[in-house]
């Protein structure tokens, strides 16, 4: 059987990348047994071969209608797979699908049937906002780090740019590859419409949301973009914590210096 990776030389690039970032989630340590999700918009690079693919799937319903993805790809992790398998076998442990003509259900094209992950619905619902807002954001990375869900258990943190001040003041880089901050989002059950709708909300003002005591989802360009937004936002949080853990509050760089950057660097906020 031809598969996907070998037609379609730009679909293979994608899907080496997802391989990629889906390695160093797990190496990160979150990435626990089937945590987290990925999904990526390749209806760009979509030829006639992945076209002309009968599809190897019912219908699957979804909880919800997507009016601006009619027709479009997309390569998903497939629910309880692993990171860890996912860099090794991309094409057994995900799948690409396309949404139906009634943008309220999709098939699995190829290679194997691997049913999409449970956060689908916001992955998609996001993907639905970006493409409806002409944004080149392709990429949606749902992943658990173990730093930052920890500071989500503490409620001072939860109020709005309180987290997003406290990370960016930690060193230079975390703003100006950061820039639009971590937005936060109230505990909501995984794979919940109302977590996907809460999201959708948040990501006209971030590009990473807090999903509170559960963990984060970042968007890109592409998935190695969304992936060092949250590693930038992590390594931030483990400054802080290395300053807790040596029994001191680091003082944080000053207003004047964060302001200098937005400055520098030309950055939104
Ligand atoms: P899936 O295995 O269905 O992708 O779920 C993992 C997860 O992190 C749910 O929030
Ligand atoms: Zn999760």
């Given at each position: 059987?031809?598969?996907?990776?070998?037609?379609?030389?730009?679909?293979?690039?994608?899907?080496?990348?997802?391989?990629?970032?889906?390695?160093?989630?797990?190496?990160?340590?979150?990435?626990?047994?089937?945590?987290?999700?990925?999904?990526?918009?390749?209806?760009?690079?979509?030829?006639?071969?992945?076209?002309?693919?009968?599809?190897?799937?019912?219908?699957?319903?979804?909880?919800?209608?997507?009016?601006?993805?009619?027709?479009?790809?997309?390569?998903?992790?497939?629910?309880?797979?692993?990171?860890?398998?996912?860099?090794?076998?991309?094409?057994?442990n995900g799948s690409v699908i396309r949404i139906c003509d009634d943008c309220k259900s999709y098939e699995i094209i190829t290679d194997k049937p691997v049913k999409p992950t449970?956060?689908?619905?916001?992955?998609?619902?996001?993907?639905?906002?970006?493409?409806?807002?002409?944004?080149?954001?392709?990429?949606?990375?749902?992943?658990?780090?173990?730093?930052?869900?920890?500071?989500?258990?503490?409620?001072?943190?939860?109020?709005?740019?309180?987290?997003?001040?406290?990370?960016?003041?930690?060193?230079?880089?975390?703003?100006?590859?950061?820039?639009?901050?971590?937005?936060?989002?109230?505990?909501?059950?995984?794979?919940?419409?109302?977590?996907?709708?809460?999201?959708?909300?948040?990501?006209?003002?971030?590009?990473?949301?807090?999903?509170?005591?559960?963990?984060?989802?970042?968007?890109?360009?592409?998935?190695?973009?969304?992936?060092?937004?949250?590693?930038?936002?992590?390594?931030?949080?483990?400054?802080?914590?290395?300053?807790?853990?040596?029994?001191?509050?680091?003082?944080?760089?000053?207003?004047?210096?964060?302001?200098?950057?937005?400055?520098?660097?030309?950055?939104?906020?």
């Amino acid at each position: 059987m031809t598969t996907i990776l070998e037609t379609s030389p730009a679909i293979k690039t994608e899907i080496e990348k997802v391989a990629e970032v889906a390695g160093y989630l797990w190496t990160k340590g979150w990435a626990e047994r089937n945590g987290g999700n990925i999904t990526v918009n390749i209806t760009d690079l979509a030829d006639d071969t992945l076209k002309n693919m009968k599809p190897i799937s019912e219908k699957i319903a979804l909880d919800v209608e997507l009016p601006y993805l009619k027709g479009a790809y997309f390569f998903c992790k497939g629910t309880n797979k692993r990171m860890r398998d996912l860099a090794r076998f991309p094409m057994d442990n995900g799948s690409v699908i396309r949404i139906c003509d009634d943008c309220k259900s999709y098939e699995i094209i190829t290679d194997k049937p691997v049913k999409p992950t449970s956060e689908i619905t916001a992955h998609l619902s996001v993907h639905n906002h970006f493409v409806g807002k002409g944004s080149d954001y392709k990429a949606v990375l749902h992943t658990h780090p173990i730093e930052l869900v920890a500071m989500s258990h503490n409620p001072a943190f939860l109020k709005k740019d309180v987290l997003t001040r406290l990370l960016w003041s930690m060193i230079p880089e975390t703003k100006a590859f950061c820039p639009r901050g971590l937005g936060i989002i109230p505990y909501k059950i995984p794979g919940s419409v109302e977590l996907a709708d809460s999201s959708l909300e948040e990501l006209d003002d971030y590009d990473v949301v807090m999903w509170e005591k559960h963990g984060v989802l970042a968007v890109g360009d592409d998935i190695l973009e969304a992936f060092d937004q949250v590693d930038v936002l992590t390594k931030a949080a483990q400054i802080y914590i290395a300053a807790k853990n040596m029994g001191f509050e680091p003082t944080g760089m000053t207003d004047e210096a964060m302001q200098e950057m937005s400055i520098v660097f030309n950055l939104p906020k």
